[in-house]
């Protein structure tokens, strides 16, 4: 079953071909300015050490936005527990949000509303990437509650097959990167609220 690659394993595939072409470019240039193999290797050599410095430099402040995100304390929750942690984010984003009963849920495990409109979204906190079921489930949800959206949000990533069949039924699917990205700015907003509320305490 085909899958779509995450941002990190894409960046992983272009830095990889970044230092092969570089270290092929750089013995070819060097060769026919000095017509040495041996400068010329050196040349490629030092380009590809060039690149695996940058991919280790990458890779660190990758390791740290993972940390500040909270990410993995998410892969270590259940299911009923990720479900919960959603309902926290979305409601600081602004909407109001119910997480429905474990059982016979009819594919939501969250229901969000806003400015008038429904969204039903089913919780994915999976290892592996999340399938067609997922979608079908959800989008047999948004008809059951009369929703105007459907989403579907996993702390990993979805098959090929899962983004063509959501993109052809209008289901937004939230991968892992996505869902990085939206802690993130809850995380920030909240700290920049706690240096507000310390300065305020301080001045008074």
């Given at each position: 079953m085909a899958r779509r690659k995450s941002k990190s394993k894409q960046e992983e595939e272009l830095?990889?071909?970044l230092a092969g072409m570089v270290m092929l470019g750089g013995i070819a240039g060097t060769y026919s300015l000095t017509k040495s193999w041996g400068a010329s290797m050196v040349v490629g050599v030092l380009g590809?050490?060039?690149v695996?410095?940058?991919?280790?430099s990458i890779q660190r402040k990758r390791t740290e936005r993972l940390k500040r995100s909270g990410?993995?304390?998410i892969d270590k929750m259940d299911g009923v527990q990720f479900e919960h942690y959603l309902g926290h984010l979305f409601r600081f984003q602004g909407y109001k949000a119910e997480v429905t009963q474990a059982t016979g849920d009819f594919g939501a495990d969250l229901i969000l509303s806003k400015e008038g409109k429904r969204i039903v979204v089913q919780a994915k906190r999976y290892s592996k990437n999340v399938g067609l079921k997922a979608v079908q489930e959800v989008q047999s949800a948004r008809a059951h509650y009369r929703a105007n959206s459907a989403w579907v949000v996993t702390n990993s990533n979805f098959t090929q097959q899962a983004y063509e069949l959501a993109k052809s039924n209008g289901?937004?699917?939230?991968?892992?990167d996505e869902l990085i990205e939206m802690l993130l700015q809850m995380k920030g907003k909240l700290s920049a609220s706690k240096k507000a509320n310390d300065n305020v305490k301080t001045s008074a």
């Open positions: 830095f990889q071909g590809v050490v060039g695996v410095l940058l991919m280790i990410i993995t304390q289901v937004r699917l939230i991968n892992r």
